[in-house]
């Protein structure tokens, strides 16, 4: 089974306030009438909808979605459910990752479900609690190789998630399902030189027994 993981992308995408216009352009430049197929022309941030970020986007000289590692963002992952409040602090998975226990994989994606989703289209969308200061230690204690969420940012501690050689997914989407679970992760950013970040197509892939991931 497949999962999509993915926001839909189009004029109606908000993108995050501080990177203002354009949204999501896109103009035929070929068309089935006047030449036999279709063609068209996008214009989008490279931050727009469900993206991943590469260190460029806080490093200064820091890689970019080109020279990232295709192996943090495709191969195993975990989800877990985390309380995340709009005012009610930075989010703290230490609990939920004690927790969690053996669920978890040296060489994990982990993803993150708060239920922020449900506010897309909403003012309130882009007001989300940033993660705890401690998260990328915490992840690497635990040997995972990076972190998806459902919220438009994860706050201050991008540059530290990055500068560790993580992945970082944002704005994922459709992640109750597999609260509690293990899958494999597929968010693959588009080979950009230079590139900060990318829009991805993110799915979860589930085997109907879980034999593949016990």
């Known amino acids: 089974m497949i999962l999509d993981l993915t926001m839909e992308l189009d004029e109606n995408t908000p993108p995050y306030p501080a990177e203002g216009e354009p949204r999501f352009f896109r103009r035929l430049t070929a068309s089935h009438d006047t030449g036999g197929f279709q063609v068209t022309e996008l214009k989008l941030g490279t931050h727009l909808g469900t993206h ?5 986007h806080s490093l200064p000289g820091g ?5 990232v590692e295709l192996n943090r963002f495709f191969g195993p992952a975990v989800c877990l459910a985390v309380s995340a409040e709009r005012g009610g602090g930075a989010v703290s998975l230490a609990e939920v990752l004690l927790r969690a226990g053996d669920l978890i994989r040296k060489g994990d994606i982990l993803v993150i ?3 922020w989703e449900e506010r897309a289209g909403s003012e309130d969308f ?4 940033p993660l705890a200061d401690d998260t990328g230690a915490l ?6 190789v990076g972190i998806g969420v459902d919220m438009p940012s ?3 501690i991008h540059a530290d998630i990055l500068g560790r050689g993580m992945s970082l997914i944002e704005n994922l989407v459709n992640l109750k399902p597999l609260v509690g679970r293990r899958f494999l992760l597929s968010a693959l950013p ?5 590139g900060d970040g990318s ?3 993110a799915c979860a892939m589930l085997p109907e027994d879980d034999t593949l991931f016990p």
């Open 52 to 56: 991943v970020d590469a260190p460029l």
């Open 63 to 67: 890689r970019s979605v080109a020279g």
């Open 113 to 115: 479900s708060t239920g």
């Open 126 to 129: 882009f007001r989300c609690p």
């Open 139 to 144: 992840l690497d204690r635990y040997g995972l």
């Open 154 to 156: 994860v706050g201050d």
């Open 190 to 194: 588009l080979r950009i030189p230079k």
């Open 199 to 201: 829009p991805v197509r």
